[in-house]
C-alpha cells in the first residue's frame, strides 16, 4: 500500500542552526511533492513544490532535495529562528490525489 | 481575494445530529478538497471535485458523509447522522489545477468539529 513516512513526529534545534526534515515515501511515482507549513489553529500553508526531474529547489532560508531512487525528500531550514516553529507537512500527488503525511512538529530553541 | 472561506470556525454537536460544513473556494480555483485532520490519523483526503464533478470520494470513511458542489463557488460537507468518533478538523482547500501535483493547495482556517 501507498505509505508517506514523516522521519519524527517532533524535533529540537537551536535557534541559528539547520533544521532537516525528512520525507519518505513507498509505492509511489510522483511527479511532484510539496511541502506545506502548518501552525496551530490554522490550514496548512503551500511553501515549495519540487518536480521529479529536479534533484533540488531553494526559497530563501529553505531547501528542497527530491532523490526519486531513495523515494526521499529533505526539508531544510537554514538558519533557523524560533518563528520557524510550526508542523511541516509533506504531500505527494498520485493516483489523481494529493496525499500528506503526518507531519514533522518543528520547534526552534533560542 | 479572501482565500479559502469555511464555516463555521466550531461546532458542537449531539450524536445523532445532523452536520453541514461549508466552504467557499478562491475565485477562479477549479477544484476542491475536503480533508479532515485528527491527531491519530493526521490529515486524510475524504473527496475532492474538479469543475464541481466528484472525481474521487474513496476517502468518505461511512455512508454517513455526503458532499456536493451546486456550483463553483460553494460546497458543502455533511455528516447524517454524526458519531463522537467523527470530532476532527475538517479542511476545504482548492487549487487551480493543471494537474494537481503542480499548483499548490490553498487551505480554509478549517472547522473544529465536536461530537458528544
Known amino acids: 500500500s501507498q505509505k508517506i513516512e514523516q522521519n519524527s513526529e517532533a524535533l529540537n534545534i537551536q535557534e541559528g542552526k539547520t533544521a532537516t526534515l525528512t520525507c519518505n515515501y513507498t509505492?509511489?511515482?510522483?511527479?511532484?511533492l510539496q511541502w506545506y507549513r502548518q501552525d496551530p489553529g490554522r490550514g496548512p500553508v503551500f511553501l515549495l513544490l519540487i518536480r521529479e526531474n529536479e534533484k533540488e529547489k531553494r526559497k530563501e532560508r529553505l531547501k528542497v532535495t527530491f532523490d526519486t531512487t531513495l523515494k526521499q525528500s529533505l526539508f531544510h531550514i537554514t538558519a533557523s529562528q524560533p518563528a520557524d516553529s510550526a508542523t511541516y507537512l509533506c504531500a505527494l500527488f498520485g493516483n489523481e490525489k494529493l496525499t500528506f503525511g503526518t507531519g514533522t512538529r518543528l520547534t526552534i530553541i533560542p | 481575494d479572501a482565500g479559502v472561506i469555511q464555516s463555521p470556525r466550531h461546532e458542537v454537536t449531539e450524536m445523532g445530529q445532523e452536520v453541514t460544513l461549508r466552504c467557499k473556494p478562491i475565485?477562479?480555483?477549479?477544484?476542491l478538497f475536503w480533508y479532515r485532520q485528527t491527531m491519530m490519523r493526521g490529515l486524510e483526503l475524504l473527496i475532492y471535485f474538479n469543475n464541481n464533478v466528484p472525481i474521487d470520494d474513496s476517502g468518505m470513511p461511512e455512508d454517513r458523509f455526503s458532499a456536493k458542489m451546486p456550483n463553483a463557488s460553494f460546497s458543502t460537507l455533511k455528516i447524517q447522522p454524526s458519531e463522537p468518533r467523527d470530532s476532527a478538523v475538517y479542511f476545504c482547500?482548492?487549487?487551480?489545477?493543471?494537474?494537481?501535483?503542480?499548483?499548490?493547495?490553498?487551505f480554509g482556517q478549517g472547522t473544529r468539529l465536536t461530537v458528544v
Open positions: 509505492n509511489y511515482s510522483p511527479a511532484y
Open positions: 482547500a482548492s487549487s487551480s489545477r493543471t494537474g494537481l501535483g503542480r499548483a499548490e493547495a490553498f
Open positions: 475565485s477562479g480555483h477549479n477544484s
